[in-house]
């Protein structure tokens, strides 16, 4: 088990990261293609609507441009209106030539907001393992069934837009890129933040097909941003692609709404919280059997839990199964679901927790969820794997235990609930290193000095100062 130091916390301002960039003073017109999730709340489009609008905040011309279903985010939507690959057209072209032909207007019908918006709660329900077909087609870009689609975002992001630089927010969407930089010519970036999860779920004979296709599409791309250390690290193995191609840049947080002081609990019952999407890869069976585990410790402080997230109907029934768990075992009063639908929801959800734990299966190469019980004055406990120990390692803002061990994850509550100064200090360091570093600022900052490196000395993005 590691655990955050119990020290003076330093200062705000004071606080050294080696990877901090100063900000560029140049004007960049950028174009940020992210990928929707079918009515979800996604980290990456989270991210990626954050990111965008802290660029534009800084005097930057960014467009959020989303593919297959518009974005989900509890903050103000920057995104545009248009959607291209939308989820139904990519889906019909890969199932009948015919809508290989129909004229583009047709298409632009199917791509109707709206119409995604209502088809996506249906479209959510597909296993990424029945998506190989499609996957593969939609990665061979103008070679596969979707080359239509792929005419269209090229020839607006020529004709219409005229990107200095361009941002895939996955190279799940690389397909496009080797037509978009010989039509364009312009710097291309990928950001990796989960591409693994989705590969590794796909049948052997799709994956290792659609990993052969990313590789030669990345021939076309210049760099890769990653938002761990860790990530960048698995992925240059993982993907084989060049390490010294990839660039850390940390998740930022808007801080707005986060953060009011709140009274510290230092006497239980105290409150344990899972903030998450509600599925087995997020480990919510896992956070129900630490609970179970937990209550059964000896001189275990009195505790209970709260849960909230994105709950999806596929997963309901996974969802009733670990209540009924909990029901068995007389801990239903001890246990409750609360709907986080607005930001100012999440925010009330973050202040009312004593701990935060959200014990992936999988490497989580974010954590935005980690972040955001910091910047509310709320440390955690997580498995060491993936981003985690980064950044509780960055922050000091709580501990990390044994992967998929849910006693151990229990004893890491058990740890911090009994001992509340060394919990405050956790809590304290936290808060204000998230204030001070992890901020949507920051990372455009980073961001944007980032891409400057990629920029011709010439390019008309050079001219002029950005905003303050």
């Known amino acids: 088990m590691t655990t955050c130091p119990v020290r003076p916390v ?36 989270m991210h990626d609507n954050t990111l965008a609008a802290a660029m534009i905040q800084l005097g930057h011309e960014t467009l959020l441009v989303p593919t297959f279903t518009p974005i989900r985010s509890d ?8 959607v291209f690959f939308g989820g139904i057209n990519v889906y019909l072209q890969q199932k009948s030539f015919l809508f290989r032909m129909t004229p583009w207007f047709v298409d632009r019908l199917l791509d109707f907001p709206k119409l995604l918006r209502w088809v996506s709660r249906f479209a959510s329900r597909t296993p990424y ?6 996957t593969l087609s939609m990665l061979e870009g103008t070679h596969g069934k979707q080359r239509k689609e792929v005419s269209k975002m090229v020839d607006w992001l020529e004709n219409d837009i005229r990107p200095d630089v361009l941002i895939f927010s996955n190279v799940l969407l690389s397909g496009v890129i080797p037509e978009i930089k010989s039509r364009l010519n312009k710097p291309i970036l990928a950001t990796l933040q989960g591409d693994d999860i989705f590969l590794d779920a796909l049948p052997e004979s799709y ?80 956070f129900v059997d630490a609970f179970l585990a937990y209550s059964g410790l000896p001189d275990a ?20 199964e670990q209540m009924a768990k909990l029901a068995a075992a007389g801990l239903s009063d001890r246990v409750e679901y609360v709907e986080s ?17 959200v014990p992936t299966e999988y490497r ?29 390692a960055r922050t000091g803002g709580g501990l990390t235990v044994e992967p998929n061990q849910p006693q151990a994850l229990a004893r890491g509550w058990q740890t911090l609930l009994a001992d509340p100064d060394r919990r405050r200090a956790c809590a304290e360091q936290g808060k204000r290193i998230v204030w001070d570093y992890f901020t949507d600022r920051r990372m455009a900052e980073e961001t944007l000095a980032m891409l400057e490196r990629y920029l011709p000395q010439s390019s008309p993005a050079t001219v002029g100062a950005s905003a303050d």
């Open 10 to 45: 330093p200062p705000v301002g004071r606080t050294v990261f080696p990877n901090r960039l100063k900000r560029t003073d140049h004007r960049m017109k950028i174009a940020l293609i992210t990928a929707g999730a079918a009515g979800m709340y996604c980290g990456s489009c």
């Open 75 to 82: 903050e103000e939507d920057v995104s545009q209106q248009r």
């Open 129 to 134: 393992h029945e998506m190989g077909d499609l």
């Open 207 to 286: 994956r290792s097909r659609c990993m052969s296709q990313i590789r030669e599409n990345a021939k076309s791309i210049d760099g890769y941003i990653t938002t761990s250390d860790y990530y960048a690290d698995f992925m240059a193995e993982y993907m084989n692609l060049p390490r010294e191609a990839m660039h850390t840049i940390y998740p930022g947080l808007k801080l707005t709404g986060h953060g009011a002081e709140q009274p510290f609990r230092a006497e239980p019952p105290y409150t344990v919280g899972y903030f998450a999407r509600i599925c087995p890869e997020k480990g919510f069976h896992q």
């Open 301 to 320: 402080p009195p505790c209970r839990i709260r849960v909230s997230g994105w709950l999806g109907e596929q997963y309901r029934a996974f969802f009733q």
């Open 341 to 357: 639908p607005t930001l100012a929801d999440k925010v009330r959800f973050m202040q009312s927790l004593d701990i935060l734990s």
């Open 364 to 392: 989580e190469p974010k954590g935005l969820y980690i972040l955001e019980a910091l910047a509310n004055g709320v440390p955690v406990v997580q498995p060491g794997h993936g981003s985690f120990p980064e950044l509780v």
